[in-house]
Nanobody, 125 residues
Framework: QVQLVESGGGLVQAGGSLRVSCAAS????????MGWFRQTPGKEREFVAS????????VYADSVKGRFTISRDNAKSTVYLQMNSLKPEDTAVYFCAAAGSLIRLWRRETEYDFWGQGTQVTVSS
């Protein structure tokens, strides 16, 4: 139904910036609430940010609020995560996710139906 492919991950020094992207298969991209999650070895996947269908509403984890910005371009079927003031604890595999129906808890990973393969972000100290 929808395929998600992340890109833009890499190695960056603490305090630096990085933007990761998630390209969707399109077609009905605007009907999905989009989210970003991240996971480190030995830890559960955690919520990072999400954005409404039109892009008018956003939700952030407290740990990234003020540093990260989620946005989307429905014409390009792409969602972005701009990461500024990166910290070593931001190191993780970042996953893009799509929710194909109305959800209540945007921070809950089980609300999302489709997932990308993830892109590695490493922040050195």
């Amino acid at each position: 139904q929808v395929q998600l492919v992340e890109s833009g991950g890499g190695l960056v020094q603490a305090g630096g910036s990085l933007r990761v992207s998630c390209a969707a298969s399109g077609r009905t991209f605007s009907s999905y609430i989009m989210g970003w999650f991240r996971q480190t070895p030995g830890k559960e996947r955690e919520f990072v940010a999400s954005i409404s269908r039109s892009g008018g509403n956003t939700v952030y984890a407290d740990s990234v609020k003020g540093r990260f910005t989620i946005s989307r371009d429905n014409a390009k079927s792409t969602v972005y995560l701009q990461m500024n003031s990166l910290k070593p604890e931001d190191t993780a595999v970042y996953f893009c996710a799509a929710a194909g129906s109305l959800i209540r808890l945007w921070r809950r990973e089980t609300e999302y139906d489709f997932w990308g393969q993830g892109t590695q972000v490493t922040v050195s100290s």
